[in-house]
């Protein structure tokens, strides 16, 4: 895939959705037992509509093409499900990549918390997005109205400056994630934002707070800690971004 930054994310998620969904199937490429969250079922999928200098999926989110192991809904969730009975977790996600890239995706993950609140009906899933699709696509979140389903937004910039540097998308899709957070408020669902704390210092983490106020989010920011693979640091050098916080 050829990519220039900054990119249009819009036209990047379409382009991406095509090669990483088949049929309702998703690619994905491992499910585990992850210690996050005190204990969570994962599946690490491919493909996303931002590229993150920091993404430790950096690679097979550059070029999904590469990959082509397709996963139905029902597939999904029956690996989630024998590693959560396995390891008596009650916590669900998706991760590496982004959950959201179009409606097909929508559909995907839509089948897949049918079926895990159906088996597991005490189970929370937590949408881990960059809440890009939310935001455009606010007209969908209804659809994503179940009652154990919480959502973190991760804002990969403190401002649309460094919105665009860290996450390589247009500066002027800031905005959307926010957006996205204050509907799933509205709409009475348990969401979150959570940002990169390394990336920062405490003066701009303190405008991101002031301007999560600002657009009426009540929600806490989540403080995220870096995780510097030698290939990130190697990234975030290429990419000009730097350590900055605590
Ligand atoms: S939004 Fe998440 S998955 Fe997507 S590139 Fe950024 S860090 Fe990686």
Same mark, same amino acid.
């Given at each position: 895939?050829?990519?220039?930054?900054?990119?249009?994310?819009?036209?990047?998620?379409?382009?991406?959705?095509?090669? $990483?969904?088949?049929?309702?199937?998703?690619?994905?490429?491992?499910?585990?037992?992850?210690?996050?969250?005190?204990?969570?079922?994962?599946?690490?999928?491919?493909?996303?509509? /931002?590229?993150?200098?920091?993404?430790?999926?950096?690679?097979?989110?550059?070029n999904?093409?590469? /990959?082509? @192991?397709?996963?139905?809904a029902?597939?999904?969730?029956?690996?989630?499900?024998?590693?959560?009975?396995k390891?008596? /977790?009650?916590?669900?996600? *998706?991760?590496?990549?982004?959950? +959201?890239?179009?409606?097909?995706?929508?559909?995907?993950?839509?089948? +897949?918390? @049918?079926?895990?609140f159906?088996?597991?009906?005490?189970?929370?899933? *937590?949408?881990?997005?960059?809440?890009?699709?939310?935001?455009?696509?606010?007209?969908? =979140?209804? @659809?994503?109205?179940?009652?154990? +389903?919480?959502?973190r937004?991760?804002?990969?910039?403190?401002?649309?400056?460094?919105?665009?540097? *860290?996450?390589?998308?247009?500066?002027?899709?800031?905005?959307?994630? +926010?957006?996205?957070?204050?509907?799933?408020?509205?709409?009475?669902?348990?969401?979150?934002?959570? $940002?990169?704390?390394?990336?920062?210092?405490?003066?701009?983490?303190?405008?991101?707070? @002031?301007?999560?106020?600002?657009?009426? =989010?009540?929600?806490?920011?989540?403080?995220?800690?870096?995780?510097?693979?030698?290939?990130?640091?190697?990234?975030?050098?290429?990419?000009?971004?730097?350590?900055?916080?605590?």
């Amino acid at each position: 895939m050829s990519l220039n930054f900054p990119f249009d994310p819009v036209e990047r998620a379409a382009e991406v959705e095509s090669l $990483v969904m088949k049929d309702g199937k998703r690619l994905y490429y491992r499910f585990r037992a992850a210690p996050y969250y005190g204990g969570i079922a994962t599946a690490d999928a491919i493909g996303c509509s /931002f590229l993150c200098a920091y993404c430790w999926n950096y690679f097979r989110n550059l070029n999904p093409a590469r /990959f082509n @192991k397709f996963y139905s809904a029902q597939e999904v969730a029956e690996n989630l499900l024998k590693i959560a009975r396995k390891r008596s /977790f009650h916590l669900f996600r *998706i991760t590496g990549s982004e959950p +959201l890239l179009g409606e097909a995706s929508l559909e995907h993950l839509i089948g +897949l918390l @049918k079926i895990i609140f159906r088996e597991q009906p005490q189970s929370v899933f *937590i949408l881990e997005t960059n809440g890009f699709f939310l935001g455009c696509r606010k007209d969908l =979140i209804e @659809k994503l109205i179940f009652k154990n +389903l919480w959502v973190r937004i991760s804002l990969k910039g403190v401002d649309e400056e460094s919105f665009e540097l *860290i996450s390589g998308v247009k500066r002027e899709f800031f905005q959307y994630p +926010l957006a996205a957070l204050k509907e799933l408020e509205k709409e009475g669902m348990k969401a979150w934002p959570a $940002v990169m704390r390394d990336l920062f210092t405490d003066e701009e983490i303190g405008r991101l707070e @002031k301007t999560l106020q600002e657009h009426g =989010i009540g929600a806490g920011l989540e403080e995220e800690g870096l995780e510097e693979y030698p290939f990130v640091s190697e990234n975030m050098k290429k990419r000009n971004v730097q350590r900055r916080g605590q």
